[in-house]
């Protein structure tokens, strides 16, 4: 079949094999290029660092959880296990681009001899959780650091198996504010209907640090986890011009849930002398970040600003300073006031925030985009998906089922 991008609302239906390893390819090379040798302080090379030899990635096909796979496997030789729930193709329906992006990852790692697995299923179950546990004990032994970097709109108790569905809503009040389509340059408003009390409680159930939780009272329980293991759950805080969608919505209930999991998940780990933490990352076009109302138009306006300075990042050179120079420098893991590592710091930088802000007020609803970077949001949104390589003929023939 002819494979071509279809997108409805900000989200892509669609997504191309061979775009997709290419995606996967490229992180791969620039984290190759940099970790064998780098005279860049913020991207330095790997040598010598302490990094985890045994990685589960909780939601590792995509995103942030992608690149964690990546930067421990191509970075530092790691095994890897990744979860994730995906769609696999048919004759005449591509599978979800992070069903080809495990393909392409684990065919790579085990060629240069790691071992890569995933388990795919709902994350939430205690069924995945067992499957996971098999898997750990016959590939693994045990895990040196647990990603958590799960973004879904449903969750099953697994306890009660109630289902519980996350929103994206402010709190109190409608929000209205400017957005932009990414298909689209022209600048429209955007209004969305508060959240009642029961979806804010609901969403905090499904994005919170309830699963998170989960997750490694039953490692420890299994005796899964090693000495001196690490946890990491990716937030996100924002500027304040999307507070009120984002940090203080629905959302930010979750993610602030997320947040206070971390000193209760350290105690725990105390009996293995482990350490859970939250970082906070940078704006970055994700599958799930590119539906929020409001912040595609942020977006744009920072990348642009970004680069003009020279502090634009991606997924994986994101997680590679995190993991080189926060998490795994040998020195004592940097933190705020509240305890998170905050990858985030280049973003929100004051001169940067103030820039982005000047340029906001320049936006007029119905006329285009101005001193934005929309071109670059959504070429990044088309490569997560497979499309916008330009050396790949998107009008070939092709069976969804390759890897």
Same mark, same amino acid.
């Given at each position: ?78 095994? $890897? ?78 306890? $009660? ?124 076009? $994700? ?68 820039e982005v802000e000047r340029r906001w007020a320049l936006q007029q609803e119905g006329k285009s985009l101005v001193q934005g970077d929309l071109g670059g949001v959504w070429e990044e949104y088309e490569q997560i998906h497979g499309f916008g390589f330009g050396d790949i003929d998107y009008s070939k023939d092709i069976d969804p089922r390759i890897v």
């Amino acid at each position: 079949m002819i494979i071509t991008k279809k997108v409805l609302r900000n989200v892509s239906l669609t997504a191309h094999p061979k775009g997709c390893r290419r995606y996967v390819e490229d992180q791969i090379a620039w984290v190759e290029e940099h970790a064998k040798q780098s005279d860049n302080p913020h991207y330095p090379s790997t040598t010598g660092l302490h990094m985890p030899k045994r990685v589960l990635v909780l939601g590792g096909s995509t995103g942030y959880g992608l690149s964690s796979r990546i930067v421990a496997a191509f970075g530092h030789n790691s095994d $890897t296990i990744n979860v994730s729930f995906e769609r696999e193709p048919s004759e005449n329906k591509t599978a979800t681009p992070g069903w080809y992006n495990t393909m392409a990852f684990e065919n790579l790692a085990k060629r240069k001899g790691l071992k890569a697995f995933s388990v795919f299923g709902d994350a939430f179950s205690n069924q995945t959780k067992e499957a996971v546990a098999r898997k750990i004990e016959q590939e693994l032994g045990q895990i040196d650091l647990v990603i958590y970097s799960l973004a879904s709109p449903l969750r099953n108790d697994p306890v $009660t198996g109630q289902a519980y569905k996350s929103v994206l809503k402010p709190i109190g009040d409608a929000f209205t504010a400017l957005s932009v389509d990414l298909e689209s340059d022209i600048v429209k408003q955007a209004t969305i209907e508060p959240a009642t009390e029961e979806q804010v409680a609901e969403t905090v159930k499904v994005m919170g640090g309830e699963d998170w939780s989960l997750w490694i009272d039953f490692l420890l329980q299994r005796n899964l986890l090693a000495h001196e293991a690490m946890t990491v759950a990716y937030s996100y805080i924002g500027p304040k011009i999307t507070y009120p969608v984002y940090r203080e919505g629905t959302i930010g209930k979750a993610k602030e849930h997320l947040e206070n999991s971390a000193e209760e998940l350290t105690n725990k780990l105390k009996a293995i002398n482990g350490q859970a933490y939250v970082s906070v990352n940078k704006a970055l076009v $994700t599958r799930a970040s590119a539906v929020i109302p409001v912040v595609p138009l942020y977006m744009a306006l920072l990348y642009q600003v970004m680069k003009e300075k020279g502090l634009h990042e991606h997924c994986t050179q994101q997680i590679y300073r995190l993991f080189t120079t926060m998490l795994f420098s040998g020195n004592a893991v940097p933190t705020d006031n509240d305890g998170r590592v905050r990858v985030d710091d280049w973003e929100m930088r004051s001169d940067i925030q103030a820039e982005v802000e000047r340029r906001w007020a320049l936006q007029q609803e119905g006329k285009s985009l101005v001193q934005g970077d929309l071109g670059g949001v959504w070429e990044e949104y088309e490569q997560i998906h497979g499309f916008g390589f330009g050396d790949i003929d998107y009008s070939k023939d092709i069976d969804p089922r390759i890897v």
